[in-house]
């Protein structure tokens, strides 16, 4: 199944994303949290890439396990980081061999230690540049990619954010995924703005449920995400009370999902953090409302 079909805002989908376990316990304990969550029917799944090399391969292996016990379509994801264009030739053949149909398409992360993304000698520095090459290698995946309704941490500007999205596009993107977001306006905004800039795929929003308080500090400094003045408050006061921060993260996700499905998204991409019970509880309380 190619996800662009699935991507509907008349009968939008769920989707999860988990990353590859260090550990063969770790990977034990993830493939339990997708049997708890198979149950909730997701349009597809997705698997982060590693920055180290073991973890690339689980990406693989994981992927190729959902799909194949499962019967969930799942994803992988590719990066640029450390890789030359014959490696992720072969890797993008491991992911076909296997029969998954869908690959989401980053540059990835500079390596710890490094400022600036440097790509390696045979490498891409450029997202768009791994989408062409997938293009022109002719595999049949369908692609998706990221897109940054605050802007990335790494651009001058959110116009010079959607030039590089609609690059992205152009080079044969079929839809994108948000980073996280707090606050629906800056969605909303976004889309708007890439429709006139003329990006017409899929633009999928991503959303992380609040369940740590210290979690949810450094993630929002690592990527520069904002969280609404009220919500920060709210946190503030029951960052010592872990139910009850969850209670807090799970609520506020909640009304995020609900005023996102009422405006017509094809579909929401909860960043799970290989944990089921919070996305459990907001997609089980959607469900009952629909």
Do not use: W
């Not at 309704?149 to 959110?158: F, K, L, N, Y």
């Not at 044969?172 to 707090?182: E, I, K, S, W």
């Not at 449920?209 to 969280?227: K, L, S, W």
């Not at 609900?258 to 089980?284: C, D, Q, W």
């Amino acid at each position: 199944m190619k996800i662009r079909n699935c991507l509907n805002p008349s009968q939008p989908c769920f989707s999860f994303e988990f990353f590859p376990p260090k550990t063969d316990a770790g990977v034990a304990s993830l493939l339990r949290t997708v049997e708890e969550l198979a149950p909730l029917n997701p349009g597809f799944v997705s698997v982060t890439y590693g920055a180290g090399g073991s973890t690339r391969d689980r990406t693989v292996e994981l992927v190729t396990h959902i799909k194949q016990h499962t019967g969930i379509e799942a994803m992988a994801h590719l990066t640029c980081v450390g890789h030359t264009r014959d490696e992720l030739r072969d890797v993008l053949r491991r992911l076909a061999a296997a029969r998954i149909e869908n690959v989401l398409v980053l540059r990835g992360d500079p390596p710890q230690g490094q400022q600036t993304f440097e790509p390696v000698p045979g490498g891409f520095r450029y997202a768009e540049e791994l989408v062409r090459f997938v293009r022109e290698e002719d595999f049949n995946f369908c692609l998706g990619g990221a897109c940054y309704p605050e802007g990335h941490v790494e651009t001058a500007s959110r116009e010079d954010d959607l030039k590089h999205l609609k690059a992205k596009v152009d080079a044969g993107m079929d839809f994108v995924v948000t980073q996280l977001f707090f606050d629906n306006a800056f969605y909303f905004d976004f889309v708007e703005r890439a429709r006139r800039a003329g990006i017409n795929v899929p633009i999928v929003p991503g959303i992380m449920p609040i369940t740590n308080y210290e979690q949810v500090q450094r993630f929002t400094r690592m990527c520069g995400a904002t969280v609404p003045m009220r919500l920060a408050l709210q946190m503030e006061r029951v960052k010592d009370q872990p139910d009850a921060v969850v209670q807090l993260g799970v609520a506020h996700a909640t009304v995020q999902c609900m005023e996102l499905l009422a405006r017509g998204v094809p579909g929401i991409h909860f960043y799970t953090l290989n944990k089921s019970p919070a996305t459990r509880m907001i997609v089980s309380a959607l469900r009952a409302r629909s």
